[in-house]
């Protein structure tokens, strides 16, 4: 019979598996990135040089808003957060909030956020399975 020892890495294993979520957290933040994206990328007026180039088309409440001059879209960016664990998909244009959420002056929501969100649910609940495959 064979001799075998075996021992437990405890912080190896620990360190292996954060990293694991850690990048399916990256993936799953990504897919939610690239959606609102696409949503975002929907031609509305468009704009050359501060002009509009065409005729107005704006989105209706309730769809996601119509590019404009693309700088909503451009500025929508991911983070993960390792030591808690925590993925984030946001943009730091102050109007993206008043299109998701709606304006108590009147503006109806025109959500992008949440709907990107929704629409990937399951390729995150499908990265966050995978966890457990080696």
Excluded: C
């Amino acid at each position: 019979m064979a001799d075998f020892e075996m021992r437990w890495d405890g912080p190896g294993a620990e360190k292996y598996v954060r990293d694991r979520v850690v990048r399916m957290l990256h993936r799953a933040a990504i897919a939610v990135k690239n959606r609102a994206k696409e949503l975002l990328s929907v031609s509305g007026t468009g704009r050359k040089n501060g002009r509009k180039a065409g005729p107005v088309t704006r989105s209706r409440p309730g769809e996601p808003p119509r590019k404009q001059t693309g700088r909503l879209r451009a500025s929508v960016a991911h983070e993960v957060d390792e030591p808690s664990l925590t993925a984030r998909v946001s943009t730091n244009v102050e109007y993206g909030r008043h299109l998701e959420l709606g304006t108590k002056r009147g503006l109806k929501p025109r959500p992008w956020l949440r709907r990107a969100l929704a629409e990937t649910m399951s390729r995150v609940q499908q990265f966050l399975a995978g966890l457990g495959e080696p």
